[in-house]
């Protein structure tokens, strides 16, 4: 063997070395357990213009999902070559080595036909990785969520024990009193410590149906449902509270929208929860504004306000049981708990959008199930509405 041949066999030799310290390395890389996938991408991108004949000149890019890693913010004007980043079949990217210039003699081409077969065994490497991280974020989002639903249930079935074993004797308390009142030449002070026993059964009794709600203990009492008619016969409820509160409530009613089986009283309990969280959130006045409307084949109704907002690390938690950020006596975090729990149970979506001191969006959505029947309107009982 001549000294060119050995010359030839050296070099291959050394792009081979390369090669492989490259595959070694996006191995090291991509087996840290803590590492994010962008974190695995951008330190792989990096790495690899060291594996072409040209380093200093070659610039690594990782196309994914219209992301992009770069191993340089200097722009490539050279000859570039590229591999596809295909996952469980789909493209979704490539992975390109570009030249920041021709980088060539005129005995060598720019690049290698190793370096093709390379870049293809980063792509399909780089593959496997996307898809493995991605299987178990999923898998960790699916078990964060059957633990979530495992304590919903153990949860459900405690507040559904408690409300059984404290309905009678709130019921007892709510009936001597009531008998209390028809006492003769009973003392007004004593009428009023009565009103006070009265308020606070009352109060008791509608967190005991909240807790059963919770728990799923009633079933649905199915009927045509028509929201925007609800929205406007439930507005005598909390209309008196935005008033005092300093609340204007503004409507975008549609007054054709399709009937829906639903549970009427449970989603009437929905929508003065909404209200009444809305309300509480502008404590120094503000602006609701209730739609409903037809969105494909779902029902839309948004309860939106000018209030405080809530903190983006609160917001994923405000559906949890028994979560509040009111003070002691202003709320027993169980008003949210149950909207999710209707709407859920109606196969319907609740989405929150929030942004502290500009306000919050509540969009709930429910299926047409049956063929929409559009209603006619209301008459002038409810024109100050629209």
């Known amino acids: ?29 991509s087996g ?16 690899l213009p060291k594996a072409w004949q040209y380093p200093d000149s070659a610039i690594a890019r990782i196309v994914l999902d219209q992301q992009t890693f770069s191993s340089s913010v200097h722009h ?18 490539n992975v390109q080595i570009l030249y920041t210039q021709t980088a060539q003699s005129k005995q060598n081409e720019p690049f290698l036909e190793e370096e093709q077969r390379l ?63 028809k006492v003769p030449d009973i003392p007004q002070q004593v009428l009023a410590d009565i009103a006070k026993i009265e308020a606070a059964a009352l109060h008791g009794r509608k967190i005991i149906r909240q807790l059963l709600t919770f728990a799923r203990q009633k079933p649905l009492q199915d009927s045509r449902v028509n929201i925007t008619q609800l929205v406007r016969e439930s507005a005598d409820t909390w209309l008196s509270r935005c008033a005092s509160s300093g609340v204007q409530v503004e409507y975008a009613l549609d007054d054709n ?9 449970q989603i009437r309990q929905v929508v003065t929860n909404l209200v009444l969280n809305a309300v509480q959130a502008m404590p120094t006045g503000g602006t609701l504004r209730i739609e409903t409307s037809v969105a494909e084949s779902n029902l839309r109704m948004s309860i939106a306000d000018t209030g405080t907002g809530i903190l983006p690390d609160i917001l994923p938690r405000i559906f949890d049981p028994f979560f509040t950020t009111k ?12 909207v999710h729990g209707i709407i859920t149970a109606h196969q319907g979506q609740i989405s929150v959008n929030s942004t502290p001191d500009i306000g919050t969006r509540v969009t709930i959505s429910l299926p047409m199930s049956h063929p929409p029947e559009r209603v006619r309107k209301r008459g002038a009982k409810h024109a100050k509405y629209k």
């Open 76 to 93: 490539a004007e050279g000859p570039s070559q590229a591999s596809p980043l295909v996952v469980r079949g789909v493209e979704r990217g």
């Open 327 to 338: 003070d002691v006596n202003q709320g027993t975090g169980l008003g949210l708990s149950v």
């Open 257 to 265: 929208i399709p009937l829906i089986v639903a549970d009427e009283s």
């Open 32 to 47: 840290s357990p803590s590492a994010s996938l962008d974190e695995i991408l951008q330190d792989i991108v990096t790495m």
């Open 1 to 29: 063997m001549n000294v060119s041949e050995l010359l030839i066999e050296e070099s291959a030799l050394k792009e081979r070395v390369k090669e492989l310290s490259c595959l070694y390395s996006i191995a090291q890389i």
């Open 119 to 181: 870049l293809n065994e980063v792509a399909r490497q780089l593959s496997l990785i996307v898809d493995r991280k991605e299987t178990t974020a999923e898998q960790e989002r699916l078990q964060s969520k059957l633990q979530h639903a495992d304590r919903l249930v153990t949860i459900g079935q405690l507040a559904a024990g408690v409300a059984h074993e404290l309905n009678e004797p709130l019921n007892s308390i709510l009936g001597f009193a009531q008998l209390a009142t």
